[in-house]
């Protein structure tokens, strides 16, 4: 459960503020057959993303934010194994506070060229029993390089944590636009510590007609030495405003399909259903959604059971609330 604040801000106006209150009961499972439950309350305060000009071809953006957290109730379940009950052992109370500050500098000193430096300093006081939320020190200065036209676009960008004294994968990034029918994007990253590439990626888009849109994408895992996976997606815009699309996913890694779905969707002006069928879990969803804001969205399943999902039906009831109290 949590509650978040709108419009806040310090100094007239000048520094936009927010405030967070959280409260959850949560439970891990871990492979050994452990299992750790307690409940977690949070209070988050800070700065929101505020952007300052410099001159024409600088801005500087900061935000930041001090996190305070608080762990009550855990408990500790043992799996003893061979049929026997789990073994139920309290645990300590713990505290947690999370301060982090970040601002970035981007300069823009020919119209395609872009350069992009932040600083991010994480402090972490105390810690969290859960593995979920596990946060560590650190203190990272990013940048990265964007060469960018309507036809070509490439990137390259890395960082350095000066808390553990290491750097982070160098990235980079080429995009091709010959013309309106198709483009290429290709990922790859770079290992700078152990000197070894990671992970390469190559994605095409053709768009052979307005209403015929197909993108296929691989992966290259140089770990594993083999490739990591192969996606497919297609989408077919039909008439009186439907829309049929279908995905298809393959891990090489683990050599089976990860995904495998069609769906049909109708498009209500501001709002959209979509029926989609997912062969490997055998499932139908029936899903509305509202794409004006704030965005809803209601899911329902049919498969071994019905799961029933509402997304942001927290802001569309206090826009309709604070709108039916101005009537």
Known sequence: MTWQSRGWSLLDGKLPAQLTVGAGRYEETYPD???????????????????????????????????????????ACLDMGEGEPAS??????????????????????????????????????????????????????SGRITWRTPAFGASLGTGYDFWSGTFNDLVGQVHLRPSDQYEINVWASYD???????????????????????????SYNFTYNEWDGIDGQLQITLPNKWRFEYVVGY?????????????????LHCRELRLRYDQLNATVWLE????????TRLTMQSGEAWNVNVEGLGELVTQISQGGSGN
């Open 33 to 75: 057959g452990d299992a750790l439950e307690g409940n977690k309350f949070s209070l988050k305060g800070g700065i929101t993303t505020r952007r300052f000009p410099l001159n024409s071809t600088a801005y500087v953006v900061y935000n930041g934010s001090i996190e305070l957290d608080s762990y009550r109730g855990l408990a």
């Open 88 to 141: 139920i052992a309290p645990m300590d109370d713990r505290s947690r506070a999370v301060i982090v500050s970040q601002p970035r500098l981007v300069v823009q000193p020919l119209e395609p060229l872009t350069l992009d430096v932040s600083y991010k300093d994480q402090w972490v006081i105390g810690s969290s029993p859960f593995v979920f939320d596990k946060l560590e020190n650190s203190e990272t200065l």
């Open 192 to 218: 700078l510590e152990a000197d070894s590439w990671k992970t390469a990626r190559g994605m095409v888009s053709l768009m052979p007609r307005d209403d015929v849109f197909l993108r296929l994408a691989s």
């Open 251 to 267: 891990s090489g890694v683990r050599e089976e399909w990860t995904k495998n779905s069609a769906m049909l969707a109708i498009d």
């Open 288 to 295: 509305y959604s509202i794409h004006a804001l704030p965005q």
